[in-house]
């Protein structure tokens, strides 16, 4: 079985601590998984241009398909709009025709598409919970750790087959895999503001705060996410908000940086520092470096 | 953070918005023939307004509603009246309301629905033949 990596448009340039702590844990955990560029997965224009959208997906799935059997996606907008494009050229003959005139153009054809899976899913379903504890060599004992499910990767469930739209338990279990403890809170199934980011900023700016305040309110240290858009989110938040805000913020991470440490990588191989509203204060004492510099129990 | 990219389409969107709060002021029912070039332009998926049964379970799962003490004054028409104002007809007091253009997108109202009304898609279609409406040069969309 072999594994595509496919990062999408925003993670190189604008979350580049994403990526780099993904590669950093899949080596870790020993699954290949080069990366490929593939271009734009067209949820950028879904809403707008339905027709490009559908060809972009397509073209991402079909030069996947040559090189692996599974496409592994950062973005949860990009594996909801990929999954939503597979779905749709499945069922609808018109759209797929279309479609694969623009593919043929280059070379190209489509033949169904390769397995789509979420870097989170895949760690839960493929490898599992249990076979990730056994590679944890640092577990992150009793840190709090809410987790925010991505819209557009758990509904339309019908669609995604991402997990239970009302009661998911993916992501607590892979949060508790990496020895840390899940809190459950109220914002977990909603969204973080980023489709209104340019539209309409003032609504934007209050949904993903929100989501900042209630996590903070539940107990969690840190906000595990899992996409892009709503790590930039929080950072957009960050940079907004005045120092008492601020201060009061739970720590956020990506998932990845979360198991990376309980796999024994270092912040810096991680890219925490780069991290918004900053993680370092509460993930680097789980560090090796974080771990020394702590006083011993007697 | 650069985003300039997207500016163009914020002033885009902002436009089209205002334009449809005109089509509001002046609302139209739409009857029998007359309906024929609102519904031609949605799909099955955007037509599915018509199984709603007014349970206003979209209303109470939407994030955007959440936000407001009086939502109604905010967005103009809620989810479940704007699938019911789609089924009297009134196309243009629906495509001009906020609610349209300040749906997230999220598809909790489309998971939730009990009647399989696919929420989300049909506010994404209104929006899109609103645009094609004001600007329409520009190309068919799927």
Partial sequence: VSHLLYPGCKIPHHLPQYGQSTRAVLGALDIPAPEAELGCCGYPMRRLYPAAHLASAARVLAMAERQADTLLCLCMCCFGTLKQAAERLECDRQARRRVEAGLAAEGLDWRGGPEIEHLTSFLARRL????????????????????????????????????DPW????????????????????????????????????LSRAIITRRLEQAAQAGAEVLSLSCPHSALQAAWAWEQAAPAARSAMPAVALYPQILGLALGLEPA?????????????????????????APQPA | MARGLAEPHAAARSALHQQAAQWRETPVLLRGKARRPWLEGLSGHGQSFANCFNCRTCTTVCPVVRLFDDPAAELDLLPNQLMHALDLGLYQEAVGARMVW???????????????????????ELRNQAAARLRPNREETA
């Fill in chain 1, 167 to 202: 009661n998911p338990s993916l992501l607590e279990g892979l949060v508790q895999a990496a020895g840390a403890r899940a809190v459950p809170w109220p914002g977990f199934l909603e969204c973080c503001g980023d489709p209104l980011r340019k539209s309409n900023p003032r």
């Fill in chain 1, 269 to 293: 191989e991680l890219g925490l520092e780069r991290n918004r509203p900053a993680a370092d204060r509460v993930l680097a004492p789980f560090s090796a470096a974080g771990r020394a510099a």
């Fill in chain 1, 128 to 163: 599992g919970p249990d076979s990730i504890r056994e590679k944890v060599v640092r577990p992150l004992a009793g840190l709090p750790v809410a987790s925010l499910y991505g819209c557009q990767a758990i509904r339309p469930s019908k669609v995604t087959h991402y997990d």
């Fill in chain 2, 102 to 124: 300040d749906c997230l997108s999220c598809y909790r109202c489309q998971d939730a629905c009990p009647q399989g009304v696919k929420v989300t898609e049909v506010l994404a």
